[in-house]
């Protein structure tokens, strides 16, 4: 074998074939950059084997690799070499090539390129790679990793760093040095850098945004356009190729490529070759940021979208109630209510209307009054339109439910105390009545309130003062009471459990509301006004009521009065689609249930006739079916039977129905 043909090679690498003339007696093979062969793959040791040429034969030898050397697929440490025999390393392949003719062809017809031939083939080769690695990647952080990688790569430089114009503190003004960001940093290996600001010459980098043009040095340290730039000097740096990377007429960033350890790494010809390089990388950032600048357009349109979509919801939502709203408004206002303001009480029917106009001239007046209806009826409604068409409707309106605490409490909370009067009594507290001075107090439920604590009221109500617990202070206040009661409070005076003189004071004006099923032409008024705020409050679409439902409602008659149907209304936001049918409504008012009225009217009276038995009777059945339906559970027969949970204690105590303590 001649000397020619032992320097003759067919490389394999990425499934491109370059013909290669290696040139010396050794030649190094690895990845580090002192090798005559540098191959950049990771699967090749920095110094992985070595090729002979001795006596024309060729001999490969294997540095003590990771992952060895093969010849033919065999294994070897060293190995005498002939024309046609395949040396792996790594994932590249070398092929050794049979001695050339006198006319330029081979044995197996392949042709000797000349050095500048294989130069540019091979420029060729990884122009057609890189092309396209960068036509595939549109994500803009990869891309501008693979532009590194490619430019050292492409004139085997040691690191490699772009540097990108921050749009966000740059805006449209000039660029400048201070305002890029390093968007990536690589060494040779494909391996990221860390800090890499502190690791290049910023002075190099500004020098080619203030020209616009490329700059390339053999030896840094040594060239006086880099005189005084401390950073050529700290780094030590040899051979630097800086570029510009311009967009639009603006430079928007550069490409910094060196080789902190060879002098003369790069020849004009290296420039020229990035150079083009650099034409296509921008060309590939500036199609990147277009496709991200899509995307984000994109996103922001659906969301758009989206937001509109709930907009228009909320808006659809909002008229749909207003119309509820005003269809109940218009048929209130085609019948006389007053002339005061009482839109926050839903009703049109004749009973409700002469409600309204008996408060047109409560209000007008400075004196006590007595509100009787049942339990739901909405008995403190009609006290705060009596405050708040009034004279004192600037000032206070307090409330207070009697039944709702014990004597001892009630007591406290109506003349307030100081600190230490009672255990627990930590500070002082101003009572109701004080904070009530000069407006409104509305005592619900007053019919519950204890004989003792009447004695109390009744002396605030003729002299209109009292003492504060624990103290000898006498408040003196100007307070307009306002009383509820959903007992009948005559019949309690006959029976002794109410104060007579008391019964005088706070009954001077009375209203009695009329319970829901006197007054059935209000339901669907009630219902649609119920129904659009239950589901306002869920924050969704109202169902529609049909005309078979709706009569059904009517019908229906509500012992829980408006209290009842305003939490029908809200089972049917839940439990409905978007129009209710007879299966939502809760199975009491699909089949009916017997009020009061109906029980005293279809003869359940005792054999005396006494209606005051009959109804005492009939209240301790509803309390005892009250408690069989809860399980026992005192406070949720309490709510169904719309009182509070103190207040049934004392009936069952009244009726010796008081079990064991829960």
Partial sequence: MSLMTARHWTVIEDGVQTPLELEGPTISIGRALDNDLRLADTLISRHHSRIEILNGEAIVVDLGSANGTKVNGQRIDRKVLTPGDEVQIGSTRLILEHEPSKDGSGDAGLTTLSTEARRERENLRVFAKIARELVGEVDLLPLLRSIVDSAVSLVGGERGFLLMRDADRDGAGPTSVERMTVSVARSFDNADIVVPRSRLSMGIAGKVIATGKSVMSLDAGEDDRFDGMASVEELRLRSVMCLPITLDGRVDGVLYVDNRLQFGAFGDEDLELVELFAAQATLAIKNARMVAELKERNHKLENSRAQIERLNDQLGRKVRDRDSELAVVRKELDRERGRYDYTSITGASDSMRKVFQQMDKIIESELPVLIHGESGTGKELIARAIHHNGERKDKPFVTEN??????????????????????????????????????????????????????????????????????????????RILTASHRNLEEMVRDGTFREDLYYRIAVLSIVLPPLRERRDDVPLLAEHLLARAAREAGSTPPRIPHEVMACLVRHDWPGNVRELENEMRRLVVLATETVTGEDLSEAVREGRKTTGEALSSGNLNATGDIREAVADLEKRSIEASLAQAGGNKSQAARTLGISRFALQRKLEKYGLAGPKE
């Fill in 402 to 479: 009697c039944a709702a605490l014990p004597d001892t409490l009630l007591e406290s909370e109506l003349f307030g105390h100081v600190r230490g009067a009672f255990t627990g009594a930590y500070r002082n507290k101003k009572g109701l009545l004080e904070q009530a001075d000069g407006g409104t107090l509305f005592l619900d439920e007053i019919g519950d309130m204890s004989t003792e604590m009447q004695k109390k009221l009744l002396r605030v109500l003729q002299e209109g003062e009292f003492r504060v617990l624990g103290s000898d202070r006498i408040v003196q206040v100007d307070v």
